[in-house]
């Protein structure tokens, strides 16, 4: 699945995703008002309205990126409701040709890291039938159980062509209380990362590994030593706009050869009709705000890996 | 939510949990066909036999025990008609008066966790109305993030009486991969230990905090130190039996006021009626043998402690 991100990525000249983290908040009032009006306020409500959000947007801006990455959360404080709103954003996106990063961070001991990697990934047996639940390209996945967890994870992939972004540093303000501390005079996330790499080598594309990486745009240096450490992981970049990473910090996140990392943009695109900068497309241009959001992140990360 | 559990465990006698983790090979075989029969194989008739099979069990233990404890990825696993029979159990354990322990072991970044404190343990606001979307009484919380991907669970415990488990030391082989690793002489997951109790000072029941911990029953050394280095925290213990944990290693996870531990099984008691002991049920008796397994267990577990 590496290889598909990868040729994406290529053709579209775009090392980006979008993340579909919709808070209801951001979904502009009168696609609130019409879902509310057809199944009142409830969660199948909730989940209409952000569902018609989503389809907008991806829409709008399938022509210009590689993938999607649905943040499963944002869809689970609704529920079922929310859930099948998720499986519909999935379906949707892949219908238009689009890379599925499922940002569901699940990660448990051996037989359970298995259901999920089948929910999400790959097919369960339901007598002689198989169906997939979810059917994701990639998911996001929690090392904290060591090997025994990440693995069952890697032979889903091997088994159905999928792929996974494993955390290695986060990109929140305390992601250092645990991942920074040191061992033997080096980082925890060094650590994970040496297991990334060892993970990966089973699961191997073309150039890349189909077992990458997650790396926060708000720690730039540690990006860079991580970038050379994993030198056939693709990184997962969050934390880029609203959160603070900027595109000069994240030209390091880049091998030699322009790839090797896609940069991850929530908010910043999906709300971005409630910028001034792109007020001028009003509510009901929320999308075409989205699309002019993302022509100019491309164009922002493009340019100073160009600048390099 | 502490209280009530605590207040469970001593009018029951029973420190002790049921995993409510069905595979589907564990539901006996006339309940699958008649499941098959109405729905087909497919993920609803997969998702109906799991309800009735967890419905069997609930019915013949829940006067036996405090709580259960669903593994949402065994439901996860059938997408979302899995996850549909996932809030059913949950809804009706709750109706029969069990504390309902979502195994869940979710964990992110501020904004995210806190969207799944509220879908799990909260209420999420849709427009004038609030809806809760799971509705456990406690979650499991992995700790990689740092604080501020757990302060949100806390936050919303806080707000509607729930709680949570964090993990610190897993059950599973490989968990002192990362677990174990030393920093300034001291594993991992004493610093870890360390944060939840930080955590849980701000979110007190009567004598335990409403933050827990998990600690596995396959580390029995290390739970030892751990009771002691969070005296006022709950420990829940999963790995005893099909993991290979012994009560008698168990004790030490206990205070000398007999709490402070809660010691899950899952596949010993869900699917007793497979093991040679208690065969004698047969298929059609699997919730008779559950309710004999979970008799059984309690024994052994008070028979441990009062032999410390």
Same mark, same amino acid.
């Given at each position: ?122 097919? !369960?047996? +339901? ?5 997939? &639940? ?5 998911? /996001?996945? @929690? %090392?904290?159980? *060591? ?6 994870? !890697?032979? +889903? ?5 999928? &792929? ?5 540093? /986060?990109? @929140? %303000?305390?992601? *250092? ?132």
């Amino acid at each position: 699945m590496i290889n598909e991100l990868v040729a994406q990525i290529e053709k579209k000249d775009a090392p980006i995703v979008v993340g579909l983290d919709p808070m209801l908040s951001y979904v502009p009032e009168y696609i609130q008002k019409k879902a509310f009006s057809e199944y009142g306020e409830t969660l199948k409500g909730a989940a209409e309205a952000i569902w018609e959000y989503n389809k907008g947007i991806i829409d709008a801006t399938y022509d210009l990126i590689p993938a999607v990455k649905p943040q499963i959360a944002m869809y689970e404080q609704f529920g079922i409701e929310g859930l099948i709103a998720f499986h519909k954003t999935c379906a949707y996106a892949k219908e238009k040709g689009l890379v599925i990063i499922g940002d569901i961070k699940r990660g448990d001991i051996g037989s359970t890291s298995t259901a999920y990697a089948v929910g999400h990934l790959g097919k !369960v047996q +339901v007598g002689s039938k198989e169906y997939a &639940g979810f059917d994701e390209d990639f998911v /996001t996945v @929690n %090392p904290y159980l *060591g090997t025994d967890g990440v693995k069952p994870f !890697v032979d +889903v992939c091997k088994q159905y062509n999928k &792929g996974i972004f494993v955390l290695v540093k /986060t990109s @929140n %303000p305390s992601s *250092g209380e645990f991942q920074d501390q040191l061992i033997n005079g080096r980082p925890l996330y060094e650590l994970v990362a040496e297991k990334v790499v060892e993970w990966g080598e089973a699961c191997m594309g073309d150039t890349y590994s189909n077992v990458g990486c997650v790396v926060g745009a708000t720690y730039p240096e540690m990006g860079k030593i991580l970038r050379k450490l994993m030198p056939k992981t693709y990184i997962l970049v969050p934390g880029y706009g609203a959160q603070g990473g900027k595109a000069a910090d994240l030209v390091h996140y880049f091998n030699p050869d322009g790839l090797g990392a896609i940069v991850n943009s929530s908010r910043g695109i999906i709300a971005a009709y409630k910028q001034d900068k792109y007020a001028s497309f009003g509510e009901t241009g929320y999308a075409d705000a989205s699309r002019q959001a993302v022509k100019d992140m491309i164009a922002d990360i493009n340019g100073a890996r160009a600048n390099r």
